[in-house]
């Protein structure tokens, strides 16, 4: 009996998280929460910006205001997590009704985040032609395909708890329908 209850213990989940943040403060509470041994994932895109006349590219937040965390959730920890500076809310509700992100989803956003594609925030969609990416960094993802140019079109990733997407620009023939 003594062995089930420590197996049960020690058999902890660790799920995704969405963080909602004050403008423009998705680093400042990255870092805070990986100083304090978090898992976090800010996924970034790189985006042109001209300052004084000089084109450069610079990286930003996907999801503007919003970042990611893995934990085992416990009321111990919802309330040192909400001591974060900078932090608005963790998405869900009370501490024990929090939704965690689906594990694909994650995955999707870290593979574009880490290809360093070209990306662009993309209106949340729920419909369209589901598709799974055959080679290239994204090889084996899935998501929606929207044809665009004669060749290329944008595959979209979508956050359902956020409610938000990012499309990548990729060629018609790296999908197949599913």
């Known amino acids: 009996m003594m062995g089930e209850i420590a197996a049960v213990e020690n058999k902890i989940e660790l799920l995704w998280y969405g963080l909602y943040t004050r403008s423009h403060c998705e680093d400042v509470v990255c870092d805070q929460l990986r100083a304090r041994g978090f898992t976090v994932f ?3 895109y790189d985006k042109a910006s001209r300052r004084a006349g000089v084109q450069n590219l610079i990286r930003v937040p996907i999801f503007p205001g919003y970042l990611f965390l ?4 416990d009321k111990g920890t919802f309330l040192k997590i909400r001591e974060t500076r900078g932090l608005v809310r963790i998405l869900g509700g009370r501490w024990d009704k929090l939704c965690p992100i689906p594990e694909e989803e994650i995955r ?3 593979m574009v985040s880490e290809a360093h594609l070209k990306a662009s925030r993309y209106p ?5 032609d589901r598709v799974r990416i055959t080679s290239g960094p994204l090889k084996d993802l899935e998501g929606i395909y929207l044809a665009q140019k004669r060749q290329k079109g944008l595959f979209i990733i979508s956050v359902e708890l956020f409610r938000q997407s990012v499309a990548v620009e990729i060629d018609y023939t790296r999908v197949t329908p599913l």
């Not at 893995?70 to 959730?73: F, L, Y």
């Not at 949340?124 to 369209?128: E, K, N, S, V, W």
């Open 70 to 73: 893995r934990t085992a959730m």
């Open 42 to 44: 800010l996924p970034k």
């Open 124 to 128: 949340y969609l729920r419909d369209g």
């Open 108 to 110: 999707a956003i870290q």
